[in-house]
């Protein structure tokens, strides 16, 4: 790993302290590396071998950041937006990271798992239309499913006359209500499946990614890092 200067790890590591206030910081003495106070900015250390504490708390080295969102309706999958509220504009201060987007979209009024990260290696994997990494969405519908809609959706079916999608699994819950898996991601693909087979999707949330599940400790909204079993199963996908 590359030697970084003690100024930069701190503040890119800890995105709510800039530059300037990392110095300060090393100024007042309140940053120790390997245990030993440390007052010089340009000091260069190992980020993977080092262990640098502020204030004596500890700080956790991430090259990336992985974050599981759950997102509220009205809310959309962009960086920047003119007229909406982004999905990063719902991350708390320590969440926020310069490079950071939204790995996969969900539409604006649908709810659920969205994964951020600087990755782009991983973020390339899940948004690449051969990777297929299978995802789940919670379904509900104006009117109930008819029990051949199944093997339907299993078969490969045609949506708008023309696109033909993969196979994707559907499991009926209640007469309204269903679990879809996708293997990959149409424009407003589940909302249009289901328009061909005359019915309508009331309700979509995005409940899994690969092997990892929405956290229901999560309220809408809100957000947390991926755990290291969690992102290595979406990193071996
Ligand atoms: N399918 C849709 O129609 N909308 C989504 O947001 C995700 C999948």
Redesign the pocket.
């Known amino acids: 790993m590359p030697l970084m200067r003690l100024d930069k790890f701190i503040s890119g590591q800890m995105p709510s302290v800039s530059r300037n206030d990392a110095k300060e910081l090393l100024k007042q003495g309140l940053v120790t590396v390997d245990g030993v106070v440390e007052k010089h900015y340009d000091f260069k250390l190992d980020p993977e071998k080092s262990v640098v504490a502020v204030s004596g708390n500890v700080i956790t080295y991430r090259e990336y950041l992985y974050i599981m969102l759950n997102k509220p309706s009205g809310v959309v999958c962009a960086v920047k937006d003119k007229i909406s509220q982004t999905v990063m504009e719902l991350l708390p201060p320590e969440l926020r990271r310069p490079g950071l987007f939204p790995a996969g ?3 604006k009024d ?1 709810v659920g798992f969205v994964l951020l990260t600087d990755d782009g290696e991983l973020a390339h994997k899940m948004l690449s239309p051969v990777s297929h990494v299978p995802k789940k ?1 919670f379904v509900r519908l104006a009117k109930p499913v008819p029990e051949s809609v199944p093997e339907l959706f299993r078969s490969g079916m045609t949506i708008d006359g023309k696109e033909k999608c993969l196979p994707a699994e559907l499991e009926i819950l209640s007469p309204r209500e269903c679990f879809v898996t ?1 293997h990959e ?1 149409k424009y ?5 499946m289901f328009q061909a087979t005359g019915n309508m ?1 009331i309700y ?1 949330k ?1 409940i899994a990614i690969g092997g990892v599940t929405l956290d229901d400790k999560l309220s809408e909204g809100e957000a947390r890092l991926l755990e290291e079993n969690e992102i290595k199963s979406l990193i071996s996908y």
Not at 188 to 192: E, N
């Open positions: 979209r969900l539409d649908s969405y996708l991601g407003h693909q589940i909302k249009r999707v979509l995005r």
